[in-house]
């Protein structure tokens, strides 16, 4: 199994930044591809973001394309998200997600494609 661990979550006004940070343990961490959900009050899991295992693409939910940047760092077991130019529409518990991947460029892009989850940190941007 795999323990997810997220962090960087807070209080930002509108057009500011947040660096989210997940910490894997438990497993290689280096064969799983890993994504970013978020979810608001009243409203389903949203992909926002993912990775592949090997870093080498990446893929983004409509909504964040050109402001979020997905990243990994394998030797420290940890995958990022940073988010530049934060709209209060983009307030919601971010969490972090992880699957074993069976292909170098495939990565899924809704929840029930991953098997580990983190327990979420709350993003909240101010207008």
């Known amino acids: 199994q795999v323990q997810l661990v997220e962090s960087g979550g807070g209080l930002v006004q509108a057009g500011g930044s947040l660096r989210l940070s997940c910490a894997a343990s438990?497993?290689?961490?280096?064969?799983?591809?890993m994504g970013w959900f978020r979810q608001a009050p009243g409203k389903e899991r949203e992909f926002v973001a993912a990775?592949?295992?090997?870093?080498?693409?990446?893929y983004y939910g409509d909504s964040v394309k050109g402001r979020f940047t997905i990243s990994r760092d394998n030797a420290k077991h940890t995958v990022s998200l940073q988010m530049n130019s934060l709209k209060p529409d983009d307030t919601a518990v971010y969490y972090c997600?992880?699957?074993?991947?069976?292909?170098?460029?495939?990565?899924?892009?809704?929840?029930?494609?991953?098997?580990?989850w983190g327990q979420g940190t709350q993003v909240t941007v101010s207008s």
């Open positions: 997600a992880a699957v074993k991947a069976l292909a170098k460029v495939v990565v899924p892009t809704t929840p029930g494609g991953y098997d580990y």
């Open positions: 438990g497993r290689t961490f280096t064969s799983y591809a």
């Open positions: 990775i592949t295992w090997s870093g080498g693409f990446t």
